[in-house]
């Protein structure tokens, strides 16, 4: 019997212990409140599962468990966890209390209960320890710096990842690494057919002033992640991420006015030429007004 | 050996039990319609007195003190007299106590009906009521241990240690719960301020639970389920066990209601972790109940009162084990503020208080009456369509609170709220109301069932108003605790037992409250956050009077997701001159800590005046009266010198100043409503509403400018 109580207190200790790893003050981030949702759901289904089982073996007076060989290890299980003395051998403790015919039995504190009782009174000075001795103390507030800090590093992994440049917010980048880059970007891919300097050759002069789908690099950006399917240039909106296209339609611009040999001959409308990353190259209505001045 | 003869009052328990079944009929209509007035708002008619604010402390307190509390009443004078084997005490207290009491009832409706209400809840009575509940609450202990004291039976039975620790706790609770400073005859401010006052009001709240639902309901259990079963209690060990612990740990744990709010986080901390450890002193009543039941599981299946109390036990285990797990500060993120927290409420008070007291009225009804119960059939479908009733309820408030929290808590990928828009998350769970409703109305229908089964009962039967008995008197020689049964002598000192009793609840209580009350660092203060202007505190006073803070609160927790939607997260020190606190506990709309300078005061007059206006789909009620109703400007000094009573640093003599402060700032904000083209007096409660909401939340935004 000595070993079945240092087994039971062991095994409720772990769980409480285990169970309990962050010891349930966390709320970072809502997937983690899900999971934890979920663990104490599945939990909470074992624990009923339990106990109605245990309530049918308990109850089940009809079911001889005696004669069976195969339940007898459950049996000493169960009967270790309850210590409950059979109806039958009721008599053996009932008090002699007698309140208005209401008897009273002197059935033992089911073991289970106690130590469940002792493994929460541990969990309890775990968590005390945990975030008052060892821990600040000062626990929300903590929670919620690191919620924001987990906010903020994420979106900067997002920035840097290119996912938020689409052709709205998109804007021209001069320094030399992301120009070398998209210079290499246009040698694999676009060369071929806009030429090695971009001077025209399947597709149109790109050092010119005239453009078929307007020259800001929102309009560029615009054109060459969808294409222009119908005439030949392809969609790379899937081949290159988001900051690619950026790099490359930057190095595009920087082509303007260089005049290389062997240009093709203006394609599309006139537009006015405004150094890359001016302020006031964002409004639609401007380019309007280009075309009407044309 | 000298057997006397006496007779058991049998015309109190009757007089509670009908009062039992009048006001739970009264309590459950009022619950249905304010549960169909969230999705059908105009059902609140544009009356003041059928507003949500209005009705749900009405709900509240009839299902708590006039249904709930006549039941317990109704089962201890039928107990306690049988349990002792002696009448009542005093015939003349039983009738000041049944009188009494339902006089209080009468008058909360009234009041409460009227808009006179602190805001605390399940303490919404102002001081008069307080008092006279305190005195008839006093009326039932004494009646009560008196019976104990002149008893014929050695030792008190278990279902008294129970009551004890009810009439104890409560007493100890709502007198220190109802410390308030009258203002007038039914107006009144707590001492407590902010998260003090916040404190106190859940520790009271919290254990109103405890020693109102719970406690008495579990000294019934121990009578009249072995009683209705014939069988003896499993386990006398396991009783005294949990009995102890449960009132030494039940009292702590009230800042489970506070988690994530202002309060100081080592005393969330203990309302987490004692939450944790009151799981088995719960489940040791749950499982004594259940396991009573062995070798009488072949009567459960064809007693209707058995069933009815299988399911109230069993509906208290769940509630018992939910309570922990949503006091893990995880969980309670995503629950408080929800629908999941009613459901958590209605798990417990429809099926275990409400079931069990229906299990005791089909038993005990026709004891009173010498007979049978008129129809066991009806009974029956009682119990199934009861049954039917709280799944109907409980299921879809589950969904719904974490429906509607996640979608508060959902950002985009860019980081931004998904459903910035309250409402949206509103609509989103209408469906669920209508369930719940539905839910709701099977519960009446069954309830209504059971007035007619027991009327007819009555009718068949006669009543025995004194029940003749017999018992040998008590003979309490040599009467000293022995080794090992020192619980078995506490059981012959029925006063003794009062007060050991009350030692052990007062202990949590204490400890909590006083370093929070005592150690400044516990509520650091702001200097730019200064006491309400008179417009302001009387708008205060409307915000109350309309029971706002049934629906919204005012506390912005450290989530980001709040940050986001609401602005910063609320500092204690933001609400030191807060007397009441009104924090709030569930959000069906959404947090208004920092609404100030959000919205225009036309958008404020506009949406008061229907809301729909403003929030097409909106669910709150209209309040368009307060365009008209004239502000009562003549109780500011009042208001102004009790607040200075209790610490709020106005200048001596600003009673001579603040109505004509008062209407400085009523006119600047009517002159404002005038310029939008809208035509309003200054003295009038909507102008007062929009100077409070217009500075809620603000007073920290100053010192940061001034810091800068």
Redesign the interface.
């Known amino acids: 019997m000595k070993i079945n109580k240092i087994y039971f207190s062991m095994i409720s200790l772990l769980f409480f212990l285990f169970g309990s790893s962050?010891l349930?003050?966390?709320?970072n981030s809502?997937g983690?409140?899900?999971e934890?949702?979920i663990e104490?759901m599945v939990a909470?289904t074992i624990l009923v599962v339990a106990v109605v089982l245990w309530l049918a073996l308990?109850?089940s007076?009809k079911n001889d468990l005696e004669g069976s060989t195969l339940l007898q290890p459950l049996k000493n299980m169960i009967h270790n966890l309850t210590k409950?003395t059979p109806?039958s051998e009721?008599s053996k403790i009932?008090?002699d209390?007698d309140?208005?015919?209401?008897?009273?039995?002197?059935?033992?504190?089911?073991p289970w209960?106690s130590f469940?009782?002792a493994g929460?009174?541990l969990?309890?000075i775990a968590?005390?320890i945990n975030?008052?001795v060892i821990g600040s103390?000062?626990?929300?507030?903590e929670?919620?710096a690191a919620?924001?800090r987990e906010?903020a590093l994420?979106?900067k992994m997002?920035s840097a990842s290119g996912?938020?440049i689409d052709e709205e917010t998109v804007t021209f980048v001069d320094d030399p690494a992301s120009l070398s880059e998209g210079k290499n970007i246009f040698t694999k891919n676009c060369a071929a057919c806009h030429g090695k300097k971009g001077e025209g050759l399947v597709g149109p002069n790109l050092t010119d002033d005239y453009w078929i789908h307007g020259n800001r690099i929102n309009d560029l950006f615009k054109t060459v992640k969808y294409g222009v399917v119908a005439k030949g240039m392809p969609t790379w909106g899937k081949q290159l991420s988001p900051t690619q296209i950026q790099e490359v339609t930057s190095y595009i611009l920087t082509l303007h006015g260089t005049n290389p040999p062997n240009a093709k001959a203006p394609q599309g409308k006139l537009y006015e030429y405004k150094k890359p990353g001016a302020k006031t190259e964002k409004a639609g209505s401007e380019q309007e007004e280009v075309k009407k001045n044309i | 050996m000298n057997v006397e003869k006496f007779s058991y009052d049998n015309q109190s328990p009757k007089l509670f039990a009908i009062a039992t079944i009048f006001w739970g009929v009264v309590a459950l209509l009022v619950g249905l319609t304010i549960a169909v007035q969230l999705y059908v708002p105009a059902l609140s008619f544009g009356l003041p007195y059928t507003t949500f604010g209005r009705l749900r402390p009405l709900h509240t307190n009839a299902a708590i003190f006039a249904f709930v509390g006549n039941a317990i009443f109704a089962g201890v004078y039928y107990s306690i007299q049988r349990i002792s084997k002696a009448r009542m005490y005093s015939d003349i207290l039983s009738k000041i106590h049944f009188w009494g009491w339902q006089l209080i009832i009468v008058s909360a409706a009234v009041t409460l009906l009227s808009g006179i209400t602190t805001s605390k809840e399940y303490a919404e009575l102002e001081w008069p009521i307080d008092i006279a509940i305190a005195v008839v609450w006093v009326v039932f202990g004494w009646n009560m241990i008196g019976t104990l004291v002149k008893r014929r039976e050695k030792h008190i039975y278990v279902a008294a240690w129970f009551y004890i620790a009810t009439f104890v706790t409560v007493a100890v609770l709502h007198i220190g719960n109802s410390i308030e400073l009258p203002v007038s005859f039914l107006k009144s401010y707590p001492v407590y301020a902010g998260v003090q006052d916040a404190l106190v009001q859940w520790w009271y709240g919290h254990n109103a639970v405890a020693f109102f639902l719970t406690t008495p309901f579990l000294g019934l259990m121990y009578y009249y389920l072995p009683k209705a079963a014939n069988r003896p209690v499993y386990s006398y060990k396991l009783s005294i066990l949990h009995f102890w612990t449960l009132i030494f740990i039940y009292i702590w744990a009230g800042p489970h209601h506070l988690l994530y709010s202002a309060l100081p986080n080592w005393a969330q901390s203990l309302g987490t972790v004692f939450s944790i450890m009151l799981w088995m002193p719960s489940w040791g009543g749950m499982l004594n109940g259940l396991l009573t039941l062995r070798g009488a599981w072949d009567k459960v299946r064809e007693d209707p009162i058995l069933k009815f109390m299988v399911v109230a036990v069993t509906a208290y285990g769940m509630s018992t084990f939910e309570g922990p797990t949503l006091s893990l500060k995880n969980v309670n993120a995503i629950a408080h503020f929800t629908d999941w927290i009613p459901a958590h409420v209605h798990v417990g008070t429809l099926g275990w208080n409400g079931f069990m007291t229906f299990g005791v009225l089909y038993w005990m009804i026709p004891k009173l009456f010498n007979t049978k119960l008129y129809s066991k059939k009806l009974a029956n479908a009682h119990f199934w369509i009861g049954t039917l009733g709280i799944v109907a309820w409980v299921i879809p408030m589950w969904w719904s609170g974490i429906t509607q929290s996640l979608m508060w808590k959902q950002f985009t990928p860019l980081g931004i709220l998904q459903y910035p828009n309250f409402l949206e998350t509103v609509l989103q769970i209408i469906p669920m109301y209508i369930i719940r409703s539905i839910g709701g109305l099977l519960y009446i229908t069954g309830l209504l069932m059971l007035v007619y089964n027991l009327v007819r009962t009555m009718k068949i039967g006669s009543f025995v108003k004194n029940e003749e008995a017999s018992a040998p008197a008590l003979v309490l020689a040599n009467n000293k605790p022995q080794r090992g049964m020192y619980h078995r002598w506490l059981e012959t000192k029925p006063i003794m037992f009062s007060i050991v009793a009350t030692v052990v609840i007062s202990i949590g209580g204490l400890v909590e409250f006083l370093p929070t009350y005592l150690i400044k660092s516990n509520i650091p203060t702001i200097a730019s956050v200064k006491p309400y202007t008179p417009l302001e505190l009387q708008g205060r006073d409307v915000y109350i009077r309309e029971g706002c803070n049934n629906c919204h609160s005012q506390l912005i927790r450290p989530f980001r997701s709040e940050v986001e939607r609401y602005g910063e997260y609320s500092k204690a020190g933001e609400f030191v001159y807060d007397h009441p606190f009104l924090w709030g506990s569930k959000r069906t709309g959404p947090d208004l800590a920092r609404i100030g300078g959000k919205y225009s005061n036309m958008w404020h007059y506009l949406h008061m005046q229907d809301p729909r206006q403003m929030s097409p789909g909106s669910i709150m009620p209209t309040y368009k009266w307060l365009i008209d109703s004239k502000l009562d400007v003549a109780s500011t000094p009042a208001k102004i010198s009790a607040m200075r009573k209790l610490g709020v640093p106005y200048p001596e003599g600003y009673e001579n100043q603040c109505i004509a402060d008062l209407d400085k700032q009523a006119n600047e904000i009517s002159d404002d409503l005038l310029n939008s083209g809208i035509v309003v007096e200054p003295e009038t409660d909507i102008v007062a509403l929009i100077a409070y909401l217009q500075r809620l939340g603000t007073d920290i935004k100053k010192g940061k400018i001034a810091e800068k």
């Open positions: 962050n349930f003050a966390e709320s809502g983690r409140q899900i934890a949702i104490l909470l308990v109850y007076e409950s109806v009721e009932l008090l209390h309140y208005d015919g209401i008897r009273e039995l002197d059935n033992k504190i089911p209960f469940i009782f929460t009174i969990f309890a968590y005390m975030y008052h103390g000062n626990v929300q507030e929670e919620y919620e924001v906010a994420q979106k997002l996912a938020l």
